[in-house]
């Protein structure tokens, strides 16, 4: 059994309507897929946004999370994998502080290895599997969170049950390699009949290995992130308008 620790970095731009805000999550980042071992990791994000009201106030939205997420190799080719994740969101709007936290969805599934390390030539080889996870909604979910003068993405969960398909593909050498990871999730209706749009999400990645010493490296990386999320529609099927 390996234990992976590392330290990741994250400078992000990102573009969002006042409304949604930080409904933008980060996927993955993918560089665990070519360590083959049985992993236990913690991962922090901190995002902000800021917005001014049509009054003039100023509306400051805070969202952290921390989650735990492991993987076990059942075999030489299949993996499970989970990750939870604790979080903490905050609002300040005049003398005004709204702030939720607790557990968030708890989401398990399946990795298996279609191609492990398939040398292309002298120096390069492939790398592809196929993943699946389940997300058990055992967060928190307020279908009337607006009553707290809060947007839906401050809920601690959607309410809903999902499931999703993640193709990933590594072309690596002994130092450096490009990650490709796909991500769609099917989301169930919520209990109150809402229903959130399904996410899509695209990552491409190079990145450098710099070994240290015969125990530490350092992995700076590079690369590309786009996110699509689909319309929500409302319990008779009537899409929401300012979503998607």
């Not at 389940?134 to 309410?159: D, M, T, V």
């Not at 290995?209 to 350092?218: P, S």
């Not at 699509?228 to 899409?239: A, H, L, V, W």
Request: hydrophobic letters at 35%.
């Amino acid at each position: 059994l390996a234990f992976c620790l590392g330290i990741l970095i994250q400078i992000a731009h990102l573009n969002a309507c006042d409304i949604c805000g930080c409904s933008i999550s980060y996927s993955n980042m993918g560089l665990l897929t070519n360590l083959h071992r049985n992993q236990l990791g913690f991962r922090h994000s901190n995002s902000s946004f800021e917005v001014q009201t049509i009054s003039g106030d100023l509306v400051k939205d805070r969202f952290q999370s921390f989650e735990i997420n492991g993987a076990y190799y059942i075999n030489s080719k299949l993996r499970l994998y989970a990750d939870i994740n604790f979080l903490n969101n905050t609002r300040k709007e005049s003398d005004q502080k709204n702030a939720i936290h607790g557990i968030g969805d708890l989401k398990a599934g399946f990795a298996y290895e279609l191609v492990n390390r398939k040398l292309l030539n002298d120096s390069y080889k492939l790398y592809f599997e196929i993943a699946s996870q389940i997300k058990f909604p055992i967060g928190k979910y307020n279908a009337a969170i607006h009553e707290l003068n809060l947007p839906e993405n401050f809920n601690l969960s959607n309410g809903a049950w999902g499931i999703n398909t993640n193709p990933k593909c590594a072309f690596s050498n002994a130092i450096n390699g490009i990650v490709l990871n796909a991500n769609y999730t099917f989301l169930s209706n919520s209990k109150n009949g809402y229903k959130f749009g399904n996410p899509f999400q695209l990552q491409a990645l190079y990145y450098y290995e710099a070994k240290m010493n015969d125990a530490f490296k350092i992995i700076p990386f590079a690369g590309y992130y786009f996110e699509q999320i689909g319309s929500d529609r409302y319990k008779n099927n009537r899409t929401v308008e300012g979503t998607g």
